[in-house]
């Protein structure tokens, strides 16, 4: 079956720097997108990046754009999110995500994604 396991979270100060990792097993993902989410207490799950799987397209949120970069390793079959310039309102739970190419959901939409991770936090101190 499809897993999902994220790592990387922690404590760190603002300006710091964190990398996530999500190893993905159980299918092909050639013909998935990649998604990173996170959810800070008392809100939404928010989009935070997406990449395709096969040609490598990535998109940001508007808030992570510039500090934040999304990757993925096709012999590792893993995705990684390079946090940089950390800030204390990117303090969440951070999740990633694989859903198809094609679908009638928009990339940012949670409601997208079939499978996903269970998380992990990332906390920023100011």
């Known amino acids: 079956h499809v897993q999902l396991v994220e790592s990387g979270g922690g404590l760190v100060q603002a300006a710091a720097s964190l990398r996530l990792s999500c190893a993905a097993s159980?299918?092909?993902?050639?013909?998935?997108?990649m998604g990173w989410f996170r959810q800070a207490p008392g809100k939404e799950r928010e989009f935070v990046a997406r990449?395709?799987?096969?040609?490598?397209?990535?998109e940001y949120a508007d808030s992570v754009k510039g500090r934040f970069t999304i990757s993925r390793d096709n012999v590792k079959n893993t995705v990684y999110l390079q946090m940089n310039s950390l800030k204390p309102d990117d303090t969440a739970v951070y999740y990633c995500?694989?859903?198809?190419?094609?679908?009638?959901?928009?990339?940012?939409?949670?409601?997208?994604?079939?499978?996903w991770g269970q998380g992990t936090q990332v906390t920023v101190s100011s």
């Open positions: 995500a694989a859903g198809p190419l094609f679908s009638r959901f928009n990339v940012r939409e949670p409601r997208r994604y079939d499978y």
């Open positions: 159980g299918r092909t993902f050639s013909s998935y997108i």
């Open positions: 990449i395709r799987w096969s040609s490598a397209i990535t």
